[in-house]
Structures are given as structure tokens and as C-alpha cells.
């Protein structure tokens, strides 16, 4: 199959959160397969041009947007499966990747024509184009709309996958004449939307796409639901079967202890040493003491509010005077909570580190350094943290909802079953329980090894969900004759 990424985020170049992964990894197990698969972000001006020799491949790409005109260029990245990056520095060179300045809407729509003129360029057939998120969400439309004339598209089927319905992409509804359909496809726009002032990009994706998937089996289901639907559930709903849920994958290339690049010391399933002395070498870079037998908690989060670390801050002093445990945590996000977390190293500075921000390496050493994995998320679509842990033998604490009810199982003693430890109801009642409980089970070695070992054995690489995708491409080109 020839199949067509368009996406904001891909990494290493462009990365917030799990998109990236999914939109790096995705491909690139696609391509192994057999597949001819062509990936298109925006050039951004922080991408580090270092990582990749950039060459400009296609010049002279004219996008016009209602009475904007942009001149950009195709770059390619010299990867396999090929990257290319939109290079038009009037909508990029913003020194973020996401903004709040009022174009915001026609720096993706940008990206979505040009990624369709430079598949005519390249005279590019894909069977399947792929969109991610609002960013791309108008794509469905557009293809339908405005590329029908051209052969090149007869068999392009378009699907839609939405990694986390929270974010929409809602502007003023004068700008859909930016979107080159307010002539003669006005009509095609959700009418109620626009007589109360504005569009939604991903609900139009949700109307047209000829597939729509999410990024877990669980999220699919909530997000058809008022508690998690985000005001697009009765949409979702009206696509019935269309509507799929396909866990994201862990790619173990980079994310295994026993080849893991930036810890210290390597481990495995079967000689299980490693991880002790690499948890010796986390606290000794945070500055924290080591005292053997004593549980350390990690998280590696942007800190927001759907995260739930608002329960944390209820929570878990309390259980840090009584227990003596030590927590690690990485991110930064909302001012309060980093205030919150501060303040929890302030009045617990032997058991508590707050590193403010990201780095990947200290990322890595989390996973590998932490007895346990915190992730109380509100809703979680479908969470990588929480399968990178059970692949270090970091045991996750986790809310059951979304992705993390789809891999997270709660251990259970007399079976000897499960991978970790799932609180049902979100508060700081659940949050607690789950701590504790895997404090205790903690103190139970012989247990707390089977329940390592069996979140080890999981198997959530990409090798296994792609086939799920490859599937789901398939009975899309299927359905269209």
C-alpha cells in the first residue's frame, strides 16, 4: 500500500508528546512491511538541522489560501521510510511549534495542500492518507472537495486518528474562507457551528474521514460518552463501526533496559541486577540518598491537570511521612503544579526531586531507576510511559481509564496475576489506595518479583500493532470498491 502521513509532530525533530512517537515509529514499521509510506510535518525553525543531512527536494510549491499566498519548498530528511518537512518559514519560523497567533489555522491547512501538491509532484498515489489530529483534520474534506478531479486520488481513502479529543482546533467561523471550501462546499461545514461563530477542524475530520481510529480500544469507547466525549461524542457515535481504537506501540529499539543507551546499567528479565545499580545512579544524580529497600516513585509528565497530579499533591505527602518512600519527578507544564511539586521537595528534601522540564536522558533513567511508575491520569487515550515502565520492570500506578485500563492489570495474590496496580475512582481516596497497596506488595519480595516479571513479558511493540493498522488500511481500500 502507498499510504500518506500528514501530521504536527514527528520525532526526534518535532515533539510535545506521544504524537511524535506514534508518527516516527508508525512509518517506519509500515515501511519494514513492504509499505511506501511518505511522512510530511512543517519545517519548523527549532527542528535541530543537525540531526538529519536536509536536502530540498521540490521547489516552488505555491500555496494559496483564500487571498494568503505562501511560497514553500519540500525537505527531506534522508531517512527511511523518507521524511519530508514543509519549508516555508512565513508560517514556521515562530521559534514554537504551536502558537497562538491568528494563523494558526492556515499553518496547517498550509501543510495539508502542500503535502497534496507535492504528492502530485512526485506523482505519489496513496491508497491511504493518513491525518493526525486537528492539524490534519480538514484533509478528509479537502481531498473529497477540491482534489476529486485528479486520478492520482480515485483510490485514496482517508483516515483520521485522534490522539487526544481534547484538542479540536476551534477558530472564528470567518476563517473558513482560509479553508478554500466557502464557495461552492460552505455547505459541507456543520451550519449550527457556524451560526454561533465558529468551525471545528477535528469534528470536521470526525464528518468526513472515511476512518477514524484513537490510540487505544478503551478511549475509543469513552470518547463516544459525555463524561469523555469533549462535546463530539454524539458525532463519534453517528460513525459507528467507523470509530476504532488501536493501542499505540512501544518501540524497544529505544526503549528496552537491556540496550538502553543512556542508563548506566543494563538488565533483563533474567539478570535483574542492573536495574538495583541503576536506581543507585538516579537518586545519586538527583542528589537524594540511597538507602536499599527503600521504594522510589517516579513520573515523567508534562504537568496538566488531565494528568491528574492534582491528586498527587492530596495524596501523597501524607503517604511520604507514614512510608518514608521517595518520588522523582520530571516535567514541566501548568505554573501551579510546578509550584505544588516544588514545594513538595522543599518540605521533603531527602525523599523528593523536582527537575523542572525535560531530559530525554534522565527520562530514560526514571524508567529504569524507579521501583514504581506513577500515572494518575483524569483520561489517558493512551499513555507510552505506563508500557515503557512493565518493559523496565517499573511497576505503574496507574487511574484506570483510556490506554492505561488497556495495559495495566492489578495484581492479584492468589492468582499471581497482573502487572501492576489500577485505582478505579478518581480521587485522592484511589490515588492513595493504589500507592499503598503497591507499597506493601513491595515489601513482599517474592511477589513484588512476579509482578516485575510479568509486566516484562509484555509484548506492545510495534511489530504487533501494526498489523492492526495494515488491517484496518485494508478494509478501508476494501470499502471503496
Known amino acids: 500500500m502507498n499510504v500518506l502521513f500528514v501530521a504536527s509532530e ?13 508518527v516516527a515509529a508508525l512509518p517506519r514499521y509500515l515501511h519494514r512491511a513492504g509499505h511506501d509510506v511518505r511522512v510530511f510535518i512543517p519545517l519548523y525553525d527549532t527542528i535541530d538541522r543537525s540531526r538529519a543531512e536536509f536536502r530540498t527536494i521540490l521547489d516552488g510549491i505555491d500555496v494559496q489560501l483564500w487571498s494568503h499566498r505562501y511560497a514553500a ?21 515562530r521559534g514554537s511549534i504551536y502558537t497562538r497567533d491568528d494563523d494558526e489555522h492556515r499553518r496547517f491547512l498550509a501543510l495539508c495542500w502542500a503535502a497534496m501538491a507535492a504528492c502530485q509532484r512526485m506523482a505519489f498515489a496513496p491508497d491511504i492518507i493518513h491525518c493526525h489530529d486537528w492539524q490534519a483534520a480538514m484533509l ?75 490510540v487505544s480500544p478503551t478511549y475509543a469507547r469513552e470518547m463516544q460518552t459525555p463524561e469523555h466525549g469533549a462535546h463530539l461524542d454524539g458525532f463519534l457515535r453517528q460513525r459507528g463501526s467507523r470509530v476504532v481504537g488501536i493501542l499505540n506501540g512501544v518501540d524497544y529499539e529505544i526503549w528496552s533496559p537491556d540496550h538502553d543507551k543512556h542508563v548506566p546499567h543494563r538488565y533483563s528479565a533474567t539478570s535483574l541486577d542492573g536495574k538495583e545499580l541503576d536506581k543507585e545512579a538516579l537518586l545519586a544524580a538527583l542528589g537524594l540518598p540511597y538507602v536499599k529497600g527503600v521504594p522510589v516513585i517516579g513520573i515523567v509528565s508534562r504537568l496538566t491537570a488531565q ?14 511521612l507514614r512510608t518514608g518512600c521517595q518520588l522523582v519527578v520530571l ?75 488497556d495495559t495495566v492489570v492489578t495484581w492479584n495474590p492468589r492468582t499471581r496475576e497482573g502487572n501492576g496496580f489500577a485505582f478505579e475512582h ?23 518479583r512476579r509482578i516485575v516479571l510479568n509486566g516484562m513479558s509484555a509484548d506492545f511493540s510495534w511489530e504487533t500493532q501494526v498489523k492492526a493498522y495494515e488491517t484496518l488500511y485494508a478494509r478501508l481500500i476494501q470499502d471503496a470498491g
Open 426 to 448: 478518581f480521587d485522592a481516596t484511589g490515588l492513595r489506595w493504589g500507592v499503598e497497596t503497591a507499597l506493601a506488595t513491595y515489601r513482599d519480595a517474592e511477589s513484588w
Open 307 to 320: 494528568k491528574g497530579f492534582g491528586l498527587v499533591g492530596e495524596a501523597m505527602p501524607d503517604i511520604l
Open 140 to 214: 478528509p474534506l479537502i481531498r473529497r472537495t477540491r482534489f476529486d478531479w485528479d486520478r492520482l486520488f480515485n483510490r485514496s481513502k482517508t483516515l483520521l486518528t485522534i490522539h487526544n479529543l481534547a484538542y479540536q482546533g476551534i477558530f472564528p467561523a470567518g476563517t473558513i474562507v482560509d479553508t478554500n471550501l466557502a464557495g461552492d462546499s460552505a455547505h459541507l461545514f456543520h451550519q449550527d457551528q457556524l451560526r454561533e461563530g465558529r468551525v471545528n477542524y477535528l469534528l470536521h475530520g470526525i464528518l468526513y474521514a472515511d476512518g477514524i481510529s484513537t
Open 73 to 93: 519548498s519540500i525537505v527531506a530528511a534522508g531517512s527511511e521510510p523518507e521524511m519530508y518537512f514543509v519549508h516555508c518559514p512565513a508560517l514556521y519560523a
Open 331 to 405: 516535567g514541566t507544564g501548568e505554573h501551579g503544579l510546578e509550584e505544588m511539586f516544588g514545594a513538595m521537595q522543599r518540605a521533603f528534601p531527602r525523599q523528593v526531586c523536582f527537575y523542572r522540564g525535560f531530559q530525554d536522558q534522565l527520562a530514560h533513567l526514571i524508567e529504569a531507576g524507579a521501583d514504581m511508575f506513577l500515572m494518575p491520569s483524569r483520561f489517558e487515550p493512551c499513555g507510552l510511559n505506563q508500557m515503557y515502565s512493565l518493559r523496565y520492570g517499573t511497576v505503574p500506578i496507574v487511574h484506570r481509564t483510556g490506554g492505561l485500563a
Open 10 to 22: 514527528l520525532a526526534p525533530y518535532a515533539k510535545t508528546g506521544g504524537l511524535a512517537d506514534v
